[in-house]
């Protein structure tokens, strides 16, 4: 997205939103919002029970392997960043670590424990996690043909099959900072990643705003990596053509929301993308001029990639997809469409033909119908006037949210989650962090959501209580007579988490009775986990914290459904997101993609005036 995340950041309390200077251009930016460790994606229906046959597990957990929180020395092949560049533009970090954050956590009366999560570096293959730096310039094909080589050999393309990769900008001069630092100035809620467009070949790319970064790269101060996106059993190519299709006509003239910081993502279902796509092709007013209807630049790509990934560019294929009458006719208007945006008949040479994604996951024409406008606005209507929960609406029905898409898109729940997961995970940070970390993000999941304190406290108490019974099987002492003085003094700890002074225990002081109480509340369940510690008496302190963690996942899922299908108060609310950082968390296991559906870094483009 045009600008830094800054702009549309999740800040903690006591805190006040700013727009942090950058030298990029003061543009727009994607929504964002953090949420809470380990809210799993569920396929949810507006608030109605999950619907069966959703491709995309309920992980709740990521991998151990994530390349984000992979230990050891992180390696770089390529060009090299010259030693004035990391200095001036990317904030004084050290060569080794470019790419990485540096989570610092308070101490107890001193310096406390750091640890490095590698979130804009990846897999690398053979074990190995970095980066892999890839000289380009602006506006010159020849300045790119290291790039496009090296995508070609990645992706196993031939020598004139076309390129279409994904590119997701990085901050990496946001490099060390305490966790309500990573959540409030250093664009962390989005992993540092602040705009997503399209690299297309020679030095050019697509955005929306359509002129955004002159079509060109732009990355000078500002990498960008680059991601290959494939299909399974769809030759690279094929697939590659397919998107470049859709993406030219989808580019010419996108709207970029005025609101970006609330935007609402409506395409979260393959229906109304397919309807999106149709309506497009048709130039229906609404898309150009309700604001709702605009596209920040990862939504714009992401219906892009959905559309790339389920419509094969053909008559036949638009036929079976959209009816015979109304596919032939849209067929003729796409390539009206493409000759308008491209300057050139879309040619036969240029059509796809393969397997779509919706047939992959057994998908029926008649399941993937594209609504009406007017079918739409009825559905949305009846999930919040209640028609649709009681039964009494009988109208159109879309797929689950997700299915036969690339990826899931993000509720509200899930990017505090996302954010949590990789910055202060229990494992790492305790249950006390993680628990006052989750609750420094209830005024911001409060306004996008639109529920109230108890509303909230509903959802996060239960998760949090289980979080606090899990810190208690991690680190309570197991000999009895100590446990008092355990629980009193980790009591202390949550109610300072919470936001209470360690002065208000000392003489004289004041505690805040409803801080105390919440903390007290909060420690509830440890019983639940103390009545286990004769499980882990013997452990050492890392296999008894990992058994903790699996223990108290085991414990929240429930919760974490919950707390993830909890509908906003209104459809002026933002319900669902699809964020510049959102392939960045599939290629790290934070959200599912789908099974038949592969993201791969192969490289991070950096300008060529700035490597040795």
Sequence with gaps: MPGPISNNR??????????????????????TTPTTPGWAPAATTGGRAPRTGDAMSNRIQIPQSAPMHRKGTATFEGAKLKPEVLQNSFGGIKAEDFGSTRVKLPGMGGPGKEFTVRDMQYDLGGGKVGMRLVPVKDNDPAGNKA????????????????????????KPDKHAGSIKELGDTMLKTEMGNTHTGAYVGGGKTTNSPETYHGKTWEVKGYPANVQVISLAGVPQGELNKNMLAADSVMNAGVKFPPDYKNDPYKTVDLNTTLMFYRDWIKGESYLKDDPKWHTY????????????????????????????????????????????????????????????????????????????????????????????????????????????????????????????????????????ISSAAILSFKPVVQQRMGISDDEFMKLAKPLLQEMMAAEALARAPTDPAKLPEWSQKTTGALYVGLGGKPEDFAPGGTVNPALMGLAKELMGKVPNALAQLPKVATMEAGKRNDYANGWMRRNIQDELAAARGAMVSDPGKTEYYSPPAVTNRVVNGIVDSNRHVKIRVVATAVDASEVQ
């Design 10 to 31: 999740v800040t903690t309390p006591q805190t006040t939103s700013t727009t942090t200077t950058t030298p990029r251009p003061a543009t727009p930016v994607a929504p």
């Design 147 to 170: 790039m496009d080589d090296l995508i070609r050999k990645e992706s196993k393309l031939g020598a004139n099959e076309p390129i279409f990769s994904l590119i997701a900008y990085i």
């Design 297 to 432: 630049c990862a939504e714009h790509k992401t219906i892009v990639v959905n559309v790339g990934l389920n419509v094969p560019h053909n008559e036949n294929a638009f036929k079976e997809i959209f009816g015979a009458d109304e596919g032939s006719k849209l067929w003729g208007q796409f390539k009206e469409k493409f000759e308008a945006a491209n300057g050139r008949p879309f040619t036969a040479a240029e059509e796809t033909h393969f397997e779509p994604l919706w047939k992959k996951e057994g998908l029926k024409p008649e399941q993937i119908r594209a609504p009406s406008k007017a079918e739409y606005d009825a559905h949305q209507a009846a999930r919040f006037d209640g028609t649709l929960k009681s039964g009494a609406y009988q109208g159109y029905e879309p797929l689950p949210v997700g299915r036969a898409l690339a990826w899931k898109p993000e509720s509200t729940a899930d990017l505090v989650k996302n954010f949590m997961e990789t910055y202060a995970p229990f494992k790492e940070v305790g249950g006390v």
